[in-house]
């Protein structure tokens, strides 16, 4: 059974159509060059044993690699007048004897392939008027064509850039400390995952890469695997990220069976959508029950406002940079980071503050009740030693929620 075209093999098997139709020829089809290979990737033909979909032969034995090579006319009439063209393989099987070929050339100026059209008898009307013809549709049909090659082209870039970091067991993670405010006392850190500089991309914009590409689990277990290895090097908790998709996986629930959970804080992102809310809390279920804490990251700053956390009952809201940036000096700010504490609060549920970068932000935070602070005024990302050490404040390891008596009061 042949397979399914997509909508773009659909269009060019109509320009082709369109090709066959007017040159009154046997077949028309669409050809990738790759250099040494000639693939027919569409074909039209009144004739269905003559070429097939799928088909490959080698480039530089075809009629279209001699045409680009001006060792013939891109318009043959009769191949019986070019001993060149009855040496090659076409000439014998399907005993091709007329021909048109013209090449398939992309915006960059880069070939394709060639748009071809072919019959079995000789044909004398076929002159430079379906060439021109035949110009116009092979346009087209590099129109079509080219999205899909520079998605391909975008697909390997990314694969080709992934493939040596995961064989190297994933990003260098660092760790980020988050304080309690009241107390200045390190309670726990963010794991914080670091790429290449000459990639010159921001962590989630490489794990948004390694998704498109089907490499995002694999990634953000690595990730999650190099987190996981400064359990053992530093005190209080470690909070690490994770999409709701890869916490869904068989990898990731048995990489968290594996950990300390009471040391453990899972971020979810509010900007990842969630496709199926009960799925992710029995996903869950078993590893809060061993004393796995819940964040939800960057609040403030996602499409899914607060029913994300209502829904997923997390023990810690994680209040955005964005939010925090300048609060100081913006009562609007002040006002909408009371608000959250004030509903965190009320849920039992611990707040942090993202992107603390001064004194007087920090001095404000305090004021309005938030629990937890990180960002560079409390140091910046780097190696598990450059921590400094938790003080008493951090008996329990990671903030649950219900835990009421350990908030402010």
């Known amino acids: 059974m042949a397979k399914k075209r997509s909508d773009a093999e659909q269009q060019i098997a109509d320009l082709l159509h369109t090709a066959r139709k007017s040159l009154r020829l046997s077949v028309a089809f669409l050809s990738r060059l790759d250099g040494t290979t000639q693939h027919l990737e569409v074909v039209d033909s009144n004739a269905p044993w003559l070429f097939q979909e799928g088909y490959q032969q080698q480039q530089d034995v075809t009629l279209c690699q001699a045409i680009l090579d001006r060792k013939l006319p891109q318009v043959i009439s009769d191949m019986k007048v070019f001993p060149e063209a009855m040496k090659l393989p076409a000439a014998r099987m399907p ?75 994933g990003p260098v993670v660092v760790l980020q400390p988050i304080v309690d405010l009241a107390t200045g006392a390190r309670v726990g850190a963010e794991a914080l995952s670091r790429f290449p500089a000459e990639w010159d991309m921001a962590p989630d914009v490489c794990f948004a890469e390694a998704h498109s590409v089907g490499l995002g689990h694999v990634l953000e277990l690595l990730a999650l695997e190099r987190a996981a290895e400064h359990l053992a090097a530093v005190d209080g908790y470690i909070a690490m990220n994770v999409s709701p998709a890869t916490l869904l ?58 029913r994300h956390i209502v829904v997923t009952a997390p023990d810690v809201i994680k209040i955005d940079r964005s939010i925090v940036a ?28 993202e992107g603390v970068e001064t004194a007087e932000e920090a001095a404000v935070l305090r004021g309005l009740g938030v629990d937890y602070g990180q960002g560079w005024h409390y140091g910046r990302p780097g190696p598990p030693e450059a921590l400094p050490a938790t003080t008493p404040v951090a008996a329990v390891p990671v903030p649950r929620h219900g835990q009421r008596e350990l908030l402010p009061s």
């Open 95 to 169: 005993r091709l004897r007329s021909y048109v070929s013209v090449p398939v050339t992309l915006s960059d100026g880069s070939l394709y392939g060639t748009f071809c059209a072919a019959g079995l008898t000789t044909d004398r009307d076929l002159t430079k008027r379906d060439k021109t013809l035949m110009d116009v549709l092979a346009s087209a049909a590099a129109v079509i064509i080219e999205p899909e090659v520079r998605a391909q082209q975008r697909r390997s870039e990314i694969t080709d850039r992934l493939q040596p970091l995961i064989a190297a067991g």
């Open 249 to 306: 996986t068989p990898e990731c629930g048995e990489l968290l069976g594996r950990l300390p959970l009471d040391r453990v804080l899972l971020e979810l992102s509010e900007h990842d959508r969630v496709e199926d809310y009960a799925a992710l809390d029995t996903a869950l279920a078993p590893f809060r029950a061993g004393g796995l804490g819940l964040a939800i990251d960057d609040v403030g700053a996602g499409f899914s406002s607060l």
């Open 326 to 353: 300048g609060l100081d000096t913006d009562p609007v700010l002040e006002t909408l980071i009371r608000s959250l504490v004030e509903f965190g609060h009320g849920c039992a549920v611990r707040v942090v503050a």
